[in-house]
């Protein structure tokens, strides 16, 4: 049985996380998990995972490091007492050689004992903030996936990890994209303030109404367009990289955490000793 949209967005982040364990809901997770972290995730065999963290390091706008998973181990137990990365994000994108080979619901039958999985934060998060403050995110609004767009602005290269960055776009009210700016500067675990506000082609993009992933929005002469940092910058370097294998979500459909929106401490302490408290690590 499939469960709504609508539904979805009523229930807790581990309710949320069950039905896409169990198949339920494969659609995007915009809007969900009100009050938490949404994470981008890239897995890489290990012998790349160093140059990647090196990566985020380096690129920490659009690939904030929220977490990483033990080699070979898909509990991802710093980000919530019970995440499986094979099963709990609603789709998946498998890269052979750089190039898109499938999307898949699980990894269960890809998933090796040499992989490692990192976890990025995401825009979502801080769209409830907007939310809350009055200001409409359409794409929630409206259903669908927030539109995406290749960048020139080049990324800091670690190992064979280099290109341009992606950004996400969202039209906001001209009078408001101030305010919309300083909230989402409250989230840097989610990309915080914007990378670029107004001219897209200031950035290289030449049509917003065709976005590289996602979905098209509304362009009202009202609104001015703001891009943020995105977390699908590594699917866009990939391709150069060119691994053997490389597991990433897609676009749109991320991974909910047990991870507060608003953490400041270190992620990794606060949910391990939460994992330890619920019995989760033996």
Not at 229 to 257: D, E, S, Y
Request: proline share 9%; charged share 20%.
């Amino acid at each position: 049985m499939r469960t709504s949209y609508r539904t979805l967005r009523e229930s807790e982040t581990g309710a949320q996380r069950a039905a896409i364990r169990q198949g339920e809901y494969a659609s995007h997770t915009a809007g969900l998990a009100k009050g938490f972290l949404q994470a981008n995730v890239v897995i890489t065999p290990v012998e790349y995972a160093l140059d990647f963290m090196r990566f985020c390091q380096r690129n920490p706008k659009p690939c904030p490091l929220i977490g990483v998973s033990d080699t070979g181990n898909p509990k991802m137990f710093t980000l919530g007492a019970d995440i499986d990365i094979r099963t709990d994000i609603p789709a998946y994108n498998i890269y052979r050689d750089g190039e898109l080979t499938d999307t898949v619901g699980d990894i269960v039958g890809v998933w090796r004992n040499d992989l490692v999985a990192f976890a990025l934060g995401c825009s979502f998060t801080f769209e409830h903030a907007l939310f809350d403050a009055g200001i409409d995110v359409w794409h929630i609004s409206n259903d669908s996936t927030v539109p995406m767009f290749r960048t020139d602005i080049p990324v800091v290269p670690a190992g064979p990890f280099h290109g341009d960055m992606v950004v996400s776009m969202r039209m906001i009210p001209t009078e408001r994209v101030d305010e919309a700016v300083a909230i989402s500067g409250r989230f840097p675990l989610a990309h915080g303030s914007p990378i670029h506000v107004g001219d897209p082609s200031a950035i290289s993009i030449a049509d917003l109404a065709n976005p590289d992933w996602g979905d098209p929005a509304p362009l009202p002469a009202t609104h001015t367009p703001v891009f943020w940092a995105c977390g699908v910058t590594p699917q866009a370097v990939i391709r150069n990289a060119k691994l053997p294998l490389c597991i990433t979500h897609k676009p749109g459909h991320m991974l909910i955490t047990d991870v507060p929106d608003d953490a400041e401490v270190p992620v990794v302490s606060q949910l391990f000793h939460l994992s330890i408290n619920q019995g989760e690590l033996t």
